[in-house]
């Protein structure tokens, strides 16, 4: 059964969504913008619900060097924004360890070897990116530069 939302509902969902995109520098509208919306949504009051059965497509097939250097902003994004906090901390890596643990039965099962260990490389990638732009406040300023994909530190 669809959501309906009445007039008042849908304006405020409407300017909470435009207002976080715009405060969001133009660069950084496509890596952060929807951790952005989605804490302001939350910041409001509101909930975002997990839906499983959401079909979600990826206009992107990020090479390994590339996609790395997204993590390490998402990471930035994350600790600038306090979006990092123990629980959310847990929640993440509950859901990661989850994920990880299921490819690794599907590698060792050898239904997909090539595909699944692949994907478990950039797994370990992208939390290892993660990590490392949570903590860029350690990284000399040269370093944050060249690992920065949409050229934060510019």
Do not use: C
Request: aromatic share 12%; hydrophobic share 40%; proline share 5%.
């Amino acid at each position: 059964m669809p959501v309906v939302y009445s007039p008042e509902e849908l304006n405020f969902l409407h300017q909470v969504l435009d207002e976080a995109v715009n405060s969001l520098p133009v660069h950084l509208r496509t890596s952060a913008s929807k951790s952005k919306v989605a804490k302001r949504i939350l910041d409001s009051g509101w909930s975002i619900v997990y839906e499983p059965e959401a079909a979600v497509y990826h206009a992107h097939d990020f090479p390994v060097d590339v996609l790395f250097r997204r993590y390490f902003d998402i990471g930035v994004v994350y600790q600038r924004l306090g979006i990092w906090n123990d629980r959310s901390r847990a929640s993440l890596w509950r859901e990661g360890w989850g994920a990880f643990k299921g490819k690794l039965s599907l590698l060792l099962e050898k239904e997909r070897p090539e595909s699944t260990g692949s994907s478990l490389i950039q797994d370990i990638g992208k939390y290892a990116a993660i990590q490392l732009g949570r903590n860029e406040r350690l990284l000399p300023r040269a370093v944050k530069k060249k690992l920065s994909l949409y050229r934060l530190f510019d």
